[in-house]
């Protein structure tokens, strides 16, 4: 097991080191220059442009400024600077945490409420209560989380507010400490809830038919074991596989949830940084987001053997 | 001065068009829940500073406006738009070409320094130096020795200062122009004109990271701590005790709030989490009226907007009466109050109604008028087709779509409009000769006098390095320029100024299209709210309610 874990960690090393390149061409290959965004709708003043070019090594062919970059990143640990002269470490540092904690609340809400509605609608196949969740779950994929993001904002921080006067879930910011996640939270989780729930149902629903589950009830086994230990955890494989690869869509891709409640988080630079050509910043932004796709994909592969014993890593 | 707030709202427009629409109005004030503890600061709407707080560096509005609590103008504008005096004593010349700039005694540096005369001219020469790379370089091109320290791409400075500054004394400094410029005055009061104190350049000759996270000034706020740009979600001041001028009663705590989204940030004073938004979005402005009432406003904004024609590049649009066809066959009424909801007003002259020198109507080409328009352009024999270049990253589609919709239908033509990436793509097309069409351009001024709307665009020695981007060319236009600027006062350089804007009125070489207006609006615990002509608070008036 440990064994395994290290060679999957070095794996990783020729994938992360690709990861840079590969964004660091991209970024190259866009169109535009990025000293010339610096200046906005102004053409600029050729010699500072000049002066500037020189200082972040744009004048240089691709592959000396690729060595720039990662020498400095393996040897120095420095990942470089944005134009404005920050380091990126810094910026980095500032943004995960927010995206983090916000990425953490969506998954933790997904697992609890998707998995919880989907069981509830998988021991009620058929019923009313089944019909009820399916079609709500329809709608808050259809609905996207544009919509959902500013309805909720108005109601629950704006109105809510200006009716009671207490301030339960803030507008925006995040200077409310954790309240301040629970509205972008589900906002951001709303539509993997919505899928969550109907995996869950489908997965236990399967499972339930299965003969060994039969054999259970026929053990005398009560219900309450029988769905929570034969069942649930047989159906949980796929619940997890899709949580593991969530994390790390809720952590890039976070854009508009992250606009709506002014939450300054990676999604957003990113957004930014494309825009600004900061190469620099989109390549540390999207190793690190490799990172964490590559450690969620293990942390899963180790779960499948917990969950199913006959699963072994040597 | 560059508008990183085009950029901001690429994020939050283009993501959030949907927007507001949800907004019932009618909403009722309840009062905000007080802050246990301390006193709750005045809480202000910007977006992100773009560069680090370096005076010399800022050149888009949000950084300057943090800088202009930190910081106090020598010059600032009166009601009448006029600059006075605010850390000079006095400004004088005889020629407009030495000017005398006389520092008023008891201004101190945040560290409890005083501050002289040259602190001015190490922070002009910083930002003139061209190895400096400073955005508000160009400010410093009228001064003489300006070509010494500054010489263009490719070539090395022969000096480090100009020699066009001289520290009288303590309190005196001499600046001499190259030529004489009789609206300096006016220029005195922007950002790059500013001081820095001697500890902001650091043993290499760059300023300092901590200069540019914690700014030291000598204006009426100080920052609490330093700024970490990309982390911090706020900026902390408090009034600075030993602040000579004017300060706030009943407050000394303000907080400047960064926000991606203009239609958060509204939310957010909704909900009395914020006091000041100077940027509400379009989207909100019919329900912010409503909402807000009193607390909202609507005034002009320096700024315009045009549709540029390639005069140099093209010579389909050489012909003036195809230029005054295009411009008569645009409905500005119903672009202005129905694409922009009125956050725009209809213009009618190059001078903008917020600066001195605006002359409401001289533009006779600028009213609608399809019928006279279509005949002109057939006489003239306009192109059969136009493209008509934007940029994608400012949420200009919709009014250039609009202005192509006019073309269409009022002059029986085709028009194309065609984005780009970037306003920059443009010209890189212009100059490539891939593309001759007209193009989107909009003006935000660098210093509010008349002659910004003239030189920087439209003179001669523009093109190429200034933002004369369509090569237009007028001897007669440079040369009445020219005479106001060597007027020897600022009411008698207007004049001409005027006389040159009337060239431009005929010729038309650009189509002034519409003028910005500022829409912005305060919370219930705040009064008396102003907004200067660099759009800027003037926060000593602020009151608490």
Known sequence: MGRYVIRRLIQAIPVLLGATLLIFCIVFALPGDPIAALFGDKRPDPAIAEVLREQYHLNDPLLLQYWYYISGVLFRGDFGVNFADIPVSQIMAGKFQITLNLALTALTMEAVIGVGLGLWAALRRGKATDTMILASTLLLISVPTLVTGFVLQLLLGVKLKQWTGADIFPVAGTFAGWRSYLLPGFVLAGTSIAYLTRLTRTSLAETLRADYIRTATAKGLSRRRVVGRHGLRNALIPLVTYLGADLGNLMGGAVITETIFNLQGIGNQLFTSVYLREQPVVVGIVTVLVLVYILANLVVDLLYAVLDPRIRYE | ?545
């Open chain 2, 1 to 545: 001065m560059r508008v990183t707030k085009g950029a901001r709202i690429v994020a939050g427009t283009a993501l959030l068009a949907l927007a507001v629409a949800a907004c019932g109005g009618g909403a009722s004030d309840s009062g905000g829940t007080a802050a246990g503890g301390g006193e709750t600061p005045v809480r202000m709407e910007i977006g992100e500073p773009q560069e680090l707080l370096n005076p010399q560096n800022t050149t888009e509005t949000e950084g300057s406006e943090v800088l202009a609590a930190v910081f106090s103008p020598l010059v600032r504008y009166d009601e009448n738009k006029q600059p006075v005096e605010e850390a000079a004593e006095s400004i004088t010349t005889t020629d407009s070409k030495v000017w005398t700039i006389k520092l008023k005694s008891g201004y101190t540096w945040h560290d409890g320094t005083p501050v002289t005369a040259a602190d001015y001219a190490r922070a002009w020469n910083f930002a003139a130096l061209q190895d400096n790379a400073m955005s508000s370089s160009y400010f410093f091109g009228r001064v003489d020795g300006y070509e010494d320290v500054h010489p263009g791409e490719g070539k090395t400075p022969s000096a480090k200062e100009m020699k066009g500054l001289k520290v009288v004394d303590d309190s005196t400094l001499e600046v001499t122009l190259a030529a004489p410029f009789s609206q300096f005055k006016t220029m005195l009061g922007y950002t790059a004109f500013y001081p820095m104190p001697k500890s902001a350049i650091g043993p290499d000759g760059k300023v300092t990271q901590a200069f540019g996270e914690q700014p030291i000034g000598q204006g009426l706020f100080k920052l609490d701590k330093p700024y970490k740009k990309g982390t911090d979600p706020t900026i902390e001041l408090s009034v600075y005790d030993k602040f000579p001028g004017k300060k706030p009663t009943g407050w000394t705590k303000l907080q400047f709030k960064v926000y991606t989204s203009s239609e958060t940030a509204w939310n957010d004073l909704q909900a009395e989490n914020l006091d000041i938004h100077d940027s509400l979005p379009a989207t909100a402005i019919s329900t912010a009226k409503q909402v807000l009432g009193d607390r909202y406003f609507d005034e002009p904004d320096a700024s315009i907007g045009y549709i540029g024609t390639p005069l140099k590049y093209n010579k389909d649009f050489q012909n003036v009466d195809v230029r005054k066809a295009i411009s008569m066959a645009i409905d500005r009424k119903t672009i202005t109050d129905t694409v922009f909801s009125g956050t725009r007003s209809p213009a009618d002259d190059f001078i903008n109604p917020a600066i001195p020198g605006y002359r409401q109507g001289a533009c006779e080409a600028c009213t609608y008028n399809p019928a006279e328009a279509k005949k002109l352009y057939e006489a003239a024999g306009g192109p059969k087709t136009i493209e008509l270049g934007y940029n994608n990253d400012g949420g200009h589609k919709e009014w250039i779509e609009a202005v192509a919709n006019n073309l269409r239908a009022n002059l029986g033509i085709e028009v194309t409009p065609k984005p780009f990436e970037k306003f920059q793509g443009i010209l890189d097309a212009l100059d490539s000769k891939e593309y001759k069409g007209l193009f989107r351009m909009g003006w935000a001024i660098d210093y509010p006098a008349a002659e910004n709307y003239l030189t920087p665009i439209f003179g001669t020695g523009a093109i190429g390095t200034g933002s004369n981007y369509g090569g237009y060319s007028n001897k007669d236009f440079d040369e009445l320029v020219a005479k106001g600027d060597q007027a020897t006062d600022s009411a008698e350089g207007l004049k001409f100024y005027q006389q040159a804007d009337d060239i431009l009125l005929k010729d038309l070489p650009y189509i002034p299209v519409y003028f910005y207006r500022s829409n912005f609006g305060h919370s219930t615990k705040v009064k008396n709210v102003k907004l200067n002509l660099l759009n800027q608070i003037n926060w000593a008036d602020i009151e608490k309610a």
